[in-house]
């Protein structure tokens, strides 16, 4: 008998604020040609003034906690997988926390950018199989428009703002890979490639927030390497192949990431959740909100295997395997 993580719903929000490409074009130097040309992406949704990214995770968790039918008072824990939180402390979860009514458990934020998603499942996970909680609320949420430098065409088109959640909670399996709930989660970081995606900004260092820098051809040439290999490193581990994947569900930052990381992988175009081309890129958020649409359009059902994936600033990334 062994304890398993069993992903009980998803919930997600977007802000209602659309801007398309052509919107884009009226503020920096670029086409609709262009972006969608270069990275499948149509639109994407923009915080409101005072909105924050503590109001559009409360929202993804209320929709997860319902459809989950787990109420607040049977939380553990909330991880919330942000790079754009509310401050810079305390926590957004702790925001959230206080937000949904839950005054008991520990809350706290993973700060892994793109992959922040991924590895707040591995932590939650981890928590959950050696008992220190039962139930958790997983969270990826980011409102990205407030650290791009919307004079950059180079970056400013390519994010947008959202938010999803999943609930977690831990219930006995046998070991094996027909087990219901996350199966393997593998994470990766490598520090020397700072200069390659970062924000030009922080408390401790320029007192300000700072701006989104990408070198964005040399995250391409990383993403497609470092994601085909860690999903593979994460079927291995449970003695699965590719071939096994229902769904991919992967980080949407670029149509084309996601069809090379496909080919590579041998996964057919029909197995992978694609939301890039309406919500762009959406660092922590895009993981959850892909699965939420995706179980709420019936894809994705009970006994699917479900392999996650991302990878962002640090770099970091990392996969997480589940049967759903
Ligand atoms: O979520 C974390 C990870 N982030 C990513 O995964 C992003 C990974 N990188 C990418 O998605 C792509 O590299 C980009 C979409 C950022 C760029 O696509 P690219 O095919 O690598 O283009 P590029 O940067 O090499 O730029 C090609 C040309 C340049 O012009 P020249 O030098 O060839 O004259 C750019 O100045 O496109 C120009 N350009 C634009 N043109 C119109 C760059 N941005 C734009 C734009 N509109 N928005």
């Not at 009226?26 to 086409?31: A, C, F, H, P």
């Not at 639109?43 to 968790?61: M, P």
């Not at 006995?172 to 030009?200: C, F, Q, S, W």
């Not at 569900?249 to 670029?254: D, L, T, W």
Request: with cysteine.
């Amino acid at each position: 008998m062994v304890r398993r993580s069993q992903i009980l719903g998803c919930g997600s929000y977007l802000p209602e604020r659309v801007i398309t490409n052509d919107e884009m074009a009226e503020l920096v130097d670029t086409s609709d040609e262009w972006i969608t040309a270069r990275t499948g992406i149509k639109k994407r949704h923009i915080a409101a003034d005072g909105e924050k990214t503590s109001d559009l995770a409360l929202h993804a968790a209320t929709a997860a906690l319902s459809a989950a039918g787990v109420s607040v008072d049977d939380l553990d824990m909330i991880v919330l997988a942000t790079a754009t939180p509310d401050e810079t402390f305390p926590a957004t979860a702790t925001v959230v926390q206080a937000e949904l009514g839950m005054t008991r458990g520990f809350a706290f934020d993973v700060q892994a950018v793109c992959s922040g998603f991924v590895y707040g499942m591995a932590v939650a996970d981890n928590f959950l199989k050696v008992g220190q909680a039962d139930t958790a609320l997983v969270i990826g949420a980011e409102t990205f428009s407030r650290i791009l430098d919307w004079s950059d065409r180079g970056t400013c088109v390519l994010f947008g703002d959202g938010a999803g959640a999943v609930v977690l909670k831990s219930e006995n399996g046998d070991g094996g890979p027909e087990d219901r709930g996350i199966l393997a989660t593998r994470l990766h970081a490598d520090g020397r490639k700072h200069d390659m995606l970062y924000v030009d900004g922080g408390p401790s260092s320029t007192q300000s927030t700072g701006h989104l820098r990408m070198l964005g051809k040399e995250v391409f040439r990383h993403a497609v390497t470092n994601l085909s290999s860690v999903v593979l490193e994460t079927l291995d581990e449970v003695g699965l192949a590719s071939s096994d994947i229902d769904w991919l569900v992967p980080h949407q930052a670029n149509k084309r990431i996601l069809d090379s990381t496909a080919k590579k992988l041998k996964l057919s175009p029909e197995r992978v959740i694609v939301t890039v081309q309406d919500h762009a890129n959406t660092s922590a958020a895009s993981v959850p909100l892909a699965l939420d649409q995706a179980t709420t359009d019936g894809r994705i059902k009970q006994g699917d295997l479900v392999l996650m994936e991302a990878m962002g600033g640090g770099f970091t990334w990392g996969a997480c395997l589940a049967r759903w």
